[in-house]
């Protein structure tokens, strides 16, 4: 199919010259101003680094459960942790601090920050108890538990939806009917 290559300039030439169409009127005035063909990728696409990625990295190794607890919220104009790592290290750098100092700064004020937002979420609970009151949603949940926390009514609701209940009955007695039939049959 070596006629289907090219562009659309191309293609209408090969198919008007090989009278497999009539020439279209609008080919005359494309001819004298073809359109602009851009450069192609040769099927390589160049990978994106930006200079903090290395330090995000190096996030990762020391901090694998982040990945889970501190998940990127793409909707969030905020930028992960790892990023903000990543990010204070090069600052540090720039002011002439070494790399390993830098990152054990960066290192030491994500863990400070941690600690901030898990003491800040118990003192919230503890001043709800005493007013009497239920406690708040934990402000600085981890993914996992965000994800549970929404899965969380459709686990209950296979226990009381009636839908649902019909059709897990449906299946048991599909189930017992098979069994019957494999223990009158003599196995398989």
Sequence with gaps: MSFLKGDLLTRTRKLVKGLAKSKPIWLKAMEHAPPATFPR????????????????????????????????????????????????VLDLKEQGVSEEEAMAVADMEYRAEKKAKKKAYSRLKQIARLQGKKPPPNPYPSAIKEIQAEERKYVRDRFFNPKILEIVQKLKEEKAAEAQDRFRGGGW
């Design 41 to 88: 990728a040769d099927g390589k696409v160049k990978r994106i680094s930006l200079p903090e990625d290395v330090y995000i990295k190096k996030f990762f190794q020391k901090h694998p459960d982040s990945k889970h607890e501190d998940a990127i919220k793409i909707c969030s104009f905020d930028p992960p942790p790892a990023r903000l790592f990543g990010l204070r």
